[in-house]
């Protein structure tokens, strides 16, 4: 996985990937060995494995097709029991992984003769299969594998289910789509398309119109990000050599496809061109989205904003024609995991006030605002808080001999290192904060300990560039002794689930500051908020509904809205202006890119000033004003305990929507057409063999989370 993790300054460093000497923290990767002692939790299922095949010809004949001269790896099941919470209910996680073919018994295996079976194979399997999934292929070869493995399972589980056979009666795939449901988890796993597809049309023998049929009722699409460059686009050079059939499929796809555009709109050429499934240019590319969307019955965003975006700009040619596809789900978190289990105590004050069915019908949280007034819970709120900030704090002292003030706010933004998020408008907000106490050392500043946590992509520099600048402003800031205990800035390093439920039960403020438009949803917004912190965040992703939801008044929102940004997109966005313009945000950039804050490398950060000032996609500098008002909100409110602590209960009264109990049964009952019912999701009965339905929510891994690992 991407893991890597910070390590706290110690004198000079030398950096892998760079000429010279590091003098500040930088994030360093090493790999996640994670079997290496075995996985207790997992039971292999070698009679489940499946063959899976690649590159090979395709071969027309009156029969039909065949895909032929393949090369074979076969895909080996692991499963994983996920119990529910206190429901006597066990489900299944299959995550498959890759081995080589000559290791085992291929009686059962529809494989042709293993051409790969050799005798060096026989001994090193395990390095051949390393070898395979290895170039510029290793990752669409990773999203071919679980998608084959995973369909052919579904396949034969359909098959061995009551409703796929008998004995008398003719096989009828053409009710799949009643009892299985394939929500494909982003693009990665698209070619489950193509892939059904075939096995449909040249194994099961179904006609085309047949098989589209069941595929498009089988299939559901969920988008996760607004950023155009996650969008996954692949040559179609390669498909044609690793996938020859699936390229077929492909375009055949698309013609039927763009005939219907065209009956739709005569004449259109443009629009055929903007929503073909085949990008022309120099490389001709397969847009893996517009698949999705064309091959699904459902596609979804992750919060409403989202939704609307996705309707509204890139997918408005798809929106135009199928209008009845497009839905939203507002992503939610599980109330077991980040509240019962991170945070017993507020789990327990909560329960003594309301009892104890709020943990599987979140929506009952409303009930906490009959205690808004109620001294006592105001009390044991502020307790429960305190109690987790001096157990963070003896945390952070233990492991990284850190010392903070516990009686500081804790100001936490964890979350992945993006320029989108803009951790900088942080850094610009500290350094202001700074500015402002070294100016006036004798005012009562509200003491804060700003914590920013979280890993940047292997092949990030900005990012790494990031965490560089944050670990400095820290090195300057905590070592100056007019400042005192009155700001910090840590990094947290490693940054984890595991890390998250420590911190999150110990912030007091929540930043959630992405530009308005970029965060799709974001679910760190609501862990923080089911914890009792304040948010000060956009207008952006799941934002919008956690104000709607707790009271905007209840929240510290600040910053432009999606209008905004759009306009100031049409006008053009000046980011100089706003320098010349604020004199603090001005010493804020002249100090980072003088060397104020890297003094034994002045130049460091010339990189991230010049992108600040001249090539800013996410507008740092646009908010930044509105930002550090909303922060001179936010210290003053903390000096009022109570008060504060009446907008964290009101906070935590309007989580009930953030469940992802809801979000998982509007799935079920919007997409995948089933009704969730209370008792089989969290209820006291065993599940009934006669409700067969098989969601699997397809996911591809990410590159670099390949090697010895599992995929599903
Ligand atoms: C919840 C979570 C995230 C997502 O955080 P966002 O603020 O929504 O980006 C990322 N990493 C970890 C470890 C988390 O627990
Ligand atoms: C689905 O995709 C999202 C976004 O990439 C990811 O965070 C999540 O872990 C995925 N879910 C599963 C079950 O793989
Ligand atoms: C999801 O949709 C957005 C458009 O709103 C697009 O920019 C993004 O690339 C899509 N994501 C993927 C993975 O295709
Ligand atoms: C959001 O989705 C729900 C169903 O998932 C739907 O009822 C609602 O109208 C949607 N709202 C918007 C604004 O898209």
């Known amino acids: 996985r991407c893991f890597g993790h910070v390590l706290p300054a110690e004198g000079p460093r030398v950096d892998p990937g760079h000429v010279g000497e590091l003098l500040v923290s930088q994030q360093v990767e090493e790999a996640d060995d994670w079997l290496r002692y075995g996985n207790p939790w997992e039971k292999a299922r070698p009679e489940y494995m499946r063959p899976v095949h690649f590159y090979g010809r395709v071969e027309h004949t009156a029969e039909g097709v065949e895909w032929v001269d393949t090369q074979m790896v076969l895909a080996l099941p692991y499963d994983t029991p996920v119990p529910g919470y206190r429901n006597n209910i ?22 042709s003769p293993a051409v790969l079976c050799c005798p060096q194979l026989a001994e ?20 071919y594998f679980v998608v084959a493995a995973t369909l052919q399972d579904i396949i034969r589980r359909f098959k061995a289910s009551k409703f796929g056979s ?3 009666v003719r096989l009828d795939l053409s009710t799949m789509p009643d009892k299985v449901a394939i929500q494909l988890n982003d693009t990665h796993p698209a070619l489950a398309i193509p892939e059904l597809m075939r096995l449909l049309v040249d194994t099961e023998k179904l006609s ?87 091959g699904s019955h459902a596609v979804n965003g992750v919060a409403r904003i989202h939704s609307e975006i996705i309707k509204n700009t890139v997918f408005k040619d798809f929106y135009d024609i199928d209008p009845q596809k497009f839905q939203n789900k507002t992503n939610g978190i599980t109330p077991r995991r980040w509240l019962v289990m991170c945070n017993p105590g507020l789990a327990e004050v909560i329960a003594e006030r309301i009892g104890e069915n709020y943990i599987r019908d979140l929506d ?149 500051i992405s ?51 759009d306009a100031l997109d049409k006008k053009g966005y000046d980011a100089v202006s706003y320098y010349n313009r604020l004199p603090e945000l001005k010493q804020a950039i002249d100090q ?78 919007e997409i995948w057409g089933i009704e969730p019912s209370l008792e089989k999701i969290l209820g006291q009965t065993q599940q009934t063999s006669s409700n067969y339905l098989s969601s699997v929510l397809l996911q591809a891994n990410l590159p670099g989370y390949l090697h010895s690992s599992r995929f599903y």
């Not at 390393?130 to 292929?137: A, C, R, S, T, V």
């Not at 502020?382 to 990284?400: D, S, T, V």
């Not at 919008?544 to 999606?562: D, Q």
């Open 515 to 565: 530009t308005a438009g970029t965060e799709a949803s974001g679910t760190g917004n609501m862990k923080f908020m089911l914890n009792g912190a304040l948010t000060i965040g956009t207008m952006d992703g799941a934002n919008v509904e956690m104000a709607e939801e707790a009271g905007e008044e209840n929240m510290f929102i600040f910053g432009m809205r999606v209008e905004d940004v």
């Open 592 to 669: 980072i890119s003088g060397g104020f804050f890297s003094p034994a490398q002045p130049g460091l950060f010339k990189d991230l000033v010049n992108m600040l000032m001249h090539h800013d996609r996410f507008k740092v500098f646009a908010d930044y004003e509105d930002y550090i008002k909303c922060q001179e909100k936010v210290s003053a409110l903390y000096k009022n305990p109570k008060e504060w602590t009446k907008k964290v209960i009101r906070n935590i009264a309007g989580c009930g929507k953030f469940s992802s109990d809801r979000t998982i049964s509007q799935y079920a009952r």
């Open 364 to 512: 009952q949280l409303k009930k906490l605002l009959d205690f808004v007034d109620d001294d006592a819970f105001i009390r044991d709120v502020a307790k429960i808080k305190q109690e987790n900030k001096l157990k963070f704090a003896a945390h952070l002292e233990e492991h990284y001999k850190v010392k903070i003030n516990p009686n500081s706010m804790f100001d936490l933004q964890v979350k992945r290192i993006h320029e989108y998020k803009r951790q900088l408008l942080n850094c610009l907000h500290i350094i202001t904060l700074y500015n402002r106490i070294k100016k006036e050392p004798n005012k009562l500043w509200t003491p804060r300990t700003i914590m920013i946590g979280g890993k940047a992509a292997p092949g990030y520099h900005t990012a790494k560039m990031i965490i560089k600048l944050i670990t400095s402003i820290g090195d300057i800031v905590n070592n100056d002794p007019v400042v005192g205990d009155r700001l910090k800035v840590i990094f947290l390093e490693n940054y984890r689930v595991t890390l998250a439920e420590k911190v999150i039960p110990a912030s007091d403020l929540s930043e959630q």
């Open 208 to 294: 085309w119109e047949k098989a589209w049929d069941i595929v498009v009722r089988t299939c559901a699409y969920t988008n996760h990000t607004v950023l155009p460059e996650a969008l996954e686009r692949w040559p179609v050079d390669l498909f044609r050599n690793l996938l020859p059939r699936h390229l077929e499929i492909i375009y055949e796809i698309n013609r039927r496809h763009l005939e219907r555009i065209g009956k739709l709109y005569p004449g259109d050429f443009d629009r055929l061109r903007r929503m073909s499934l085949i990008e022309e240019g120099d490389i001709k590319k397969i847009n893996m989205a517009h698949l999705c969307i064309v």
């Open 90 to 111: 066990v489900n299944t996680m299959r995550l498959w992984s890759a081995k080589a073919p000559c290791d085992f018994n291929l009686k059962d295996c529809d494989s």
């Open 166 to 168: 008998t004995e008398f």
């Open 124 to 143: 090193a399997p395990m390095f051949y299969v390393l070898q395979f999934f290895e170039g510029k292929e290793l990752r669409l070869k990773q999203e």
